[in-house]
């Protein structure tokens, strides 16, 4: 389904992604007082499409948050909503901004599915280690006869010298 993108004057824009594993809403701009009632009257009405569904928060597009604003977001985080942001840097920003937990989208607070890339270097060097030792034992184990050339046919021969 199409994003449904909703402006209001002062800078503050929200979008609602209603996909089938969770409802998305993308903030962008100065949550204030003033943008607080509407944004909590659109999270009420989609509250019925919502369902059974993770409520997903990306604050990664906003650049300030007043009181009433974080008030919002925490009341919003008890009912559920996980807070997200697109980047660790910008998790940091918004969780001095917000007051509130944000994970960074994709992962879950605190875990990671991911190696850190010493790790997977390290791992990665260690099998091409073990694979380039195998080919060498393979190829020791390979008896001399094996290695000659292979016979060569006469194609005039076998087609009757046709060719």
């Keep these: ?91 940091g920003r918004i969780q001095l901004m917000s007051g509130v937990a944000v994970a960074v989208a994709g992962t879950k607070p605190g875990a990671s599915r991911w190696l850190p890339p010493q790790a997977a270097a390290l791992l990665l060097a260690a099998l091409l280690a073990l694979l380039f030792a195998a080919n060498a034992v393979a190829a020791a184990d390979i008896p001399a006869s094996a290695t000659m050339r292979a016979p060569v046919f006469d194609l005039r021969r076998i087609h009757g010298g046709m060719l």
């Design 1 to 91: 389904m199409k994003p449904a993108l909703h402006t209001k004057s002062g800078g503050f824009v929200y979008y609602m992604h209603d996909a089938s594993a969770a409802f998305r809403f993308q903030l962008s701009g100065d949550l204030s007082r003033e943008r607080t009632q509407d944004l909590e009257q659109a999270r009420q009405t989609a509250s019925s499409v919502i369902g059974r569904r993770r409520l997903i928060v990306d604050l990664s597009g906003l650049a300030s948050i007043d009181a009433a604003g974080r008030k919002l977001l925490k009341e919003w985080q008890v009912l559920g909503a996980q807070m997200t942001v697109s980047s660790a840097k910008e998790q």
